[in-house]
């Protein structure tokens, strides 16, 4: 479903990511791994549009996406939800989710139940401005958000961070549930044990370079232990 290959970016003249390649497939959950400042962040960005590749190129389902901007990826079916949740303060959880929905352009007004049936919590927040929400309910939104455009592709970055145990559950839960559906999912996760409990695939980035990759199971090794650890 993605496929990212050789690429470099950066900040200005800040190279951060080299030659990284990593796939993702329909039904399965990818997990991207590694230390604090590595480049998961620059990565995901990188998939989503939000910043130019440099060098190599980002496939879609078939298609270079490479120089596609982020609103035509949300369309093609990339669901991005980032670090912080990049909710809309002001408005509604309702409204949060709607306009997302909307702005997708690809899935029709059925989808926000879908998502509220994967996140019950959500349902007697409507009306609450996403800017009072805690840092758990802000995170389902942030997932929400991404399902409602009907995603091919979903991109998460670290969605249990610092996330009280119960909720991490739940959104374990859901991300379980989507990829059963046949979403590929892309997930950065810095937690070993949410990544052993959910990953399908792993790619461990240490200095902006993929310095493992295989099924979860290969995390059971050691050296790739050693990569991630802080
Ligand atoms: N907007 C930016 N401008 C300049 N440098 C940046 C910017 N964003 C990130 N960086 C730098 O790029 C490098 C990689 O950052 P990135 O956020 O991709 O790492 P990460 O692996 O996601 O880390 P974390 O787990 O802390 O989120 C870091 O050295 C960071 O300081």
């Keep these: 479903m993605l496929e990212v290959d050789g690429v470099c970016a950066g900040y200005g003249r800040a190279q951060v990511l080299f030659d990284v390649s990593v796939r993702a497939e329909s039904g399965a959950v990818t997990c991207v ?3 604090n400042g ?3 962040t620059t990565l995901l960005n990188t998939v989503a549009g939000l910043l130019p590749a440099t060098a190599g190129r980002v496939v879609l389902d078939g298609a270079d996406i490479t120089r596609a901007r ?3 990826r949300v369309r093609d079916g990339i669901g991005y939800a980032p670090q912080g949740h990049g909710t809309f303060a002001p408005m509604t959880v309702a409204e949060n989710i709607s306009v997302a929905r909307e702005a997708a352009g690809r ?3 059925e989808a926000v139940e879908e998502a509220l049936e994967l996140f019950p919590r959500l349902r007697p927040l409507l009306d609450r401005r996403a800017g009072f929400l ?3 309910q802000a995170q389902q939104l942030a997932i929400a ?3 409602v ?3 091919k592709l979903l991109v998460l970055d670290e969605p249990t961070e610092g996330i009280q145990p119960s909720i991490v559950a739940e959104i374990e839960e859901v991300i379980r549930t989507v990829a059963e559906r046949g979403v590929a999912v892309l997930l950065v996760e ?3 044990d949410v990544a052993l409990r959910l990953a399908d695939e792993v790619a461990v980035i240490d200095a902006g370079r993929v310095v493992h990759s295989g099924p979860r199971t290969s995390l059971e090794d050691g050296e790739a232990q050693k990569l991630i650890a802080i």
Excluded: N
């Design 33 to 35: 791994m590694g230390r």
């Design 38 to 40: 590595v480049g998961k």
């Design 70 to 72: 982020p609103h035509r």
């Design 107 to 109: 899935a029709g007004p």
């Design 134 to 136: 805690s840092g758990g």
């Design 145 to 147: 958000r991404a399902l």
């Design 149 to 151: 455009t009907a995603p």
């Design 190 to 192: 810095q937690y070993m």
